[in-house]
């Protein structure tokens, strides 16, 4: 296993055992037809101002990791993007690693108690599920089997550091989440990965997801003179401008806001 990740030091382009191992130097074939005619769709977030930072949206079938530090708002983020998906008729899965799905279901509608359609939602459009603890297969698995014969084309996993915990050694995590991120890929399905950060203010530390995800969400629990401030940037977002503000953002019974105007000091 370790041969990959120390290959491709030979100077001529080869990368030593993988190449010999597979098809003797040559790299993957690229169907760069098929690259061109790709257009780029969007889906929205179920946040206005957020849609307008993104020119309209989150690319489709791209994977977006949601960063923040605990109660900075990454569950309930997330169900909103559900809940949009639910509106226009598209099923969603929550894939909750830890938490009790019953939980998740309860607080999301007591937190967007205006939202009188959504109870209804977890009824159908919505699934909430809880995959066996630290099975990787079986988290690919209920996600495959969402997507093939319920036409999800939403999908949350709360979250990628309890994947990351399955993992002794961050070598194998990265080879394993690149091939789930992948696999992903081929199904057609829009993915947030929630990401815990360390702590709820702002933190520079780059984890591996800020390199493999294609979008980067960014939530922040703002300490400023007693009292906190709830935030929202858009760190990064692969095929797309995007809006380089940091925003004010409210958790409200009717949903999360986003303030595009109004920067955080
Ligand atoms: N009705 C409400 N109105 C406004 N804010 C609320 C309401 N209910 C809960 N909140 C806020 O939402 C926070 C929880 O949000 P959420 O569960 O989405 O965060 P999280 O990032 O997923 O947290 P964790 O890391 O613990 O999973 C609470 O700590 C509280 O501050
Ligand atoms: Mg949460």
Do not use: C, W
């Not at 639910?86 to 998740?104: C, H, R």
């Not at 199904?187 to 980067?216: C, P, Q, W």
């Not at 858009?234 to 999360?256: C, D, E, F, W």
Request: without cysteine; charged residues 25%.
């Amino acid at each position: 296993m370790m041969a990959d990740k120390t290959s491709g030091g030979n100077g001529d382009g080869s990368t030593g055992e993988k190449a010999q191992g597979t098809n003797g130097g040559l790299a993957e074939s690229v169907d760069v037809k098929a690259a061109l005619s790709q257009k780029i769709t969007r889906i929205s977030t179920g946040i206005p101002g957020l849609d307008e930072m993104l020119e309209g949206g989150i690319p489709k079938n791209r994977h977006v990791a949601v960063f923040g530090g605990p109660g900075t708002g990454k569950t309930t983020f997330s169900i909103q993007y559900l809940y949009a998906g639910a509106k226009a008729g598209e099923t969603g899965l929550y894939l909750s690693l830890e938490e009790p799905p019953e939980q998740i279901i309860t607080n999301a509608v007591n937190v967007f108690s205006d939202l009188k359609d959504l109870p209804e939602f977890f009824e159908g459009k919505i699934l909430v599920k809880k995959p066996e603890a630290y099975n990787l297969d079986n988290v690919i698995e209920v996600i495959e089997n969402a997507v093939v014969n319920q036409n999800a084309t939403r999908v949350v996993v709360d979250s990628s550091t309890v994947v990351e915990a399955m993992f002794s050694n961050d070598y194998d995590y990265r080879k394993s989440i690149v091939e789930f991120l992948n696999l992903l890929k081929t199904l057609d399905t829009t993915v947030y990965f929630l990401v815990e950060a360390s702590n709820a203010e702002i933190d520079i530390r780059y984890k591996l997801e800020h390199y493999i995800m294609d979008g980067i969400i960014n939530l922040y629990n703002l300490q400023r003179g007693n009292s906190r401030v709830r935030a929202l940037e858009i760190y990064k977002m692969r095929a797309t401008n995007h809006s380089q503000k940091l925003v004010a953002m409210k958790i409200t019974p009717q949903g999360i806001k986003v303030y595009p105007s109004e920067g955080v000091l």
